[in-house]
């Protein structure tokens, strides 16, 4: 069953959400020497900026052995106002003491038209994948990527990665990376993680704050028969999902148990 933390406020919602990222990156790094990463877009970068891009949070983590992916990308130029690579390199990663080739984004020469919108997203997706089959399994060896940790926001609509409620790449149980061509959200081309690869990780952290997000987090925690996507990835990761909200969102749940503070020990 997943753990939802709700804090105070957005500001304790990072402070927390920052130790947790130091766990588990230290694990992750004492177990295999390094620390795969899945980030989407979103709100999410800024919350996890806050803390870790402070002299204090850049020290507190081995960044140099971070590898990061995308959990979700925009089928856009590398530089457009809409690229997750461009939104996570901006807020976060080249504030750290990260070397740039250790953020992987997707090939950027695939993409076609000023805007993305002539991509093939499946050329794009299963070039993506193949960036994933060179970092986790020289040589094909493994079934599946483990990605130390996923971090993931939450849509308005109870999506999560570019996974929206009712689509039928909800069902996707081969492919690590697919191709979305009927995103309900704008870019609507975009490449996302399957649901398999998510619920695969060691770790995932969903973080949600805000008033806007109350009802949506109800539903998603407290009517899981909706089957709404970010309710999978709960179903899927079970114990080792997380969720970092803050009270505004959390407080129409009364039907499961909050914790009000991090236990590190419990992760
Ligand atoms: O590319 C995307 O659309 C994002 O990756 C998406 O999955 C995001 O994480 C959620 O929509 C939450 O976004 P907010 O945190 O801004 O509400």
Redesign the pocket.
Known sequence: MATLYSFKNKNELSVSLAEYVKKVSAEAIARHGKCMVAI?????PKMLAQELITEEGKAAVEWSKWEVFF????AVPLDHEDS?YRLNMEELFSKLPMDPSQVHPIDASLISGEDGSETDTTELADAYEKVLVKCFAPGDAVRHPTFDLVL?????DG????LFPGHELLRESVAWVVGIDD?P?PPSK?ITLTLPIVGHANKIAF??AGE??RDMLRRIIENPEEGLPCTLVNITGGEKVSWFVDDEASQDITHYPIRKELNLANI
């Open positions: 989407s877009g979103g709100s999410l959990a979700d990308e925009r997750n993931l926001g939450m849509g308005p999506h999560c990665c570019s995103s959200k975009r973080v949600a806007g997000k």
